[in-house]
């Protein structure tokens, strides 16, 4: 039997985290250190593994009740090799060190077990689509496996030239950038959004680091919402979370 099909053989690595394709990670285990990843995203394993829900202490049960954001994780063990994705999304494997990382829980594809995860507040004291007022915090040394819908683009952070991106089409940043949210809009009411451009809410980053920012403004199926009434016209709330795609056509 003969097709191109054969030419997309498994990468032949050493590494602990490697991008099979753009769109596939490769994670391979010894027996001595677990991988947690997002529910259901393995596709296939080679070799000695298991696969077991992690356990969330009461603080953040807590924590994903109150704020909408949080892990929801099985924990991979065992020796051999775990083939990982997430509707065909992109994927991007990160090191973490001793600055972290702020990120939609929403991207997040893997992480190190050996990290440490914390629900945080954004400057904000209104409830937003896409990056609303919490995200979840990133520490530790280790690596990260995030998600984007496309190919992103990697914005750095400088005292003198700081960034801003749209509110729902930022995916993560350094944690040691100072964020401001902002409606850029010429009303005295800050809910209007700035005439007919269909331009909303922002994040401002400030500091040194780095924003990584997706070319979409939607989030995968399982975490979108269809607006209803005011609040989903002004992206905001619980129901204003991305309903502009109606026809579920997903990139």
Known sequence: ??????????????????????????????GQDDVL????????????????????????????????????????????????????????VVDVDGDGMTVDSSYVLALDSSLHTEVIAVDSQYGISGSGKYQLNISGTGKVALMTSGQPLMMQVTPDKYVNADADA?????????VQMQAQTHSAGVFRRRGNTGEGWELSFLGQGFALVQPSEVMPPQNAQIGQGAAAQFG????????????????
């Open 1 to 30: 039997m003969q097709s191109p099909l054969f030419s997309h053989t498994e990468q032949q690595t050493q590494d602990r985290y490697a991008i099979q394709n753009p769109q596939l990670l490769r994670v391979s285990l010894t």
């Open 37 to 92: 990843a997002r529910k259901g995203a393995m596709v296939a394993y080679q070799g000695l593994m298991d696969f077991d829900g992690e356990y969330q202490s009461q603080g953040q049960r807590s924590a994903r009740a109150r704020t909408g954001e949080g892990l929801d994780l099985m924990r991979v063990s065992g020796q051999g090799t775990v083939y990982l994705a997430n509707l065909a999304q992109y994927i991007h």
């Open 170 to 178: 930022i995916v993560a940043w350094s944690s040691s950038l100072r």
């Open 236 to 251: 905001m709330g619980q129901q204003g979370a991305h309903g502009q795609n109606q026809n579920n056509a997903w990139n």
